[in-house]
């Protein structure tokens, strides 16, 4: 069974940065596929970046340039480093992995059934 955890949340000012992490067990890595999500109070959960077996690596528009996801060598830990961050970055940030081999893709939320408890992020202006 796929556990997945996540940490390094936090407070920080506007324009400083944190790096996310989400441990991951129980995960083959012939599934691999893998994701960053965001909710923030009455908003609709919305991906940020995925990650996948052959490399290929999606941002939102919305925190490219500033986020970067990537993985340990082992493959047990994802990452997300945000850079540049904002008061609209401001969210529960969860990882998250599909079921079955849709399309790895940030924006195809519904397609990742399995997810972490997440962690908060506040960004003061």
């Known amino acids: 069974q796929v556990h997945l955890v996540e940490s390094g949340g936090g407070s920080v000012e506007a324009g400083g940065s944190l790096r996310l992490s989400c441990l991951l067990s129980?995960?083959?890595?012939?599934?691999?596929?893998l994701g960053w999500f965001r909710q923030a109070p009455g908003k609709e959960r919305e991906g940020v970046a995925t990650?996948?077996?052959?490399?290929?690596?999606n941002y939102a528009d919305s925190v490219k340039g500033r986020f970067i996801i990537s993985q340990n060598d082992a493959k047990n830990i994802l990452y997300l480093q945000m850079n540049g961050l904002k008061a609209e970055d401001s969210a529960m940030y969860y990882c998250?992995?599909?079921?079955?081999?849709?399309?790895?893709?940030?924006?195809?939320?519904?397609?990742?059934?399995?997810w972490g408890q997440g962690t908060q992020v506040n960004v003061s202006s």
């Open positions: 990650i996948d077996s052959d490399g290929e690596i």
């Open positions: 129980g995960y083959k890595y012939s599934e691999y596929c």
């Open positions: 998250a992995t599909p079921t079955g081999t849709p399309r790895c893709v940030y924006y195809n939320v519904a397609a990742f059934a399995r």
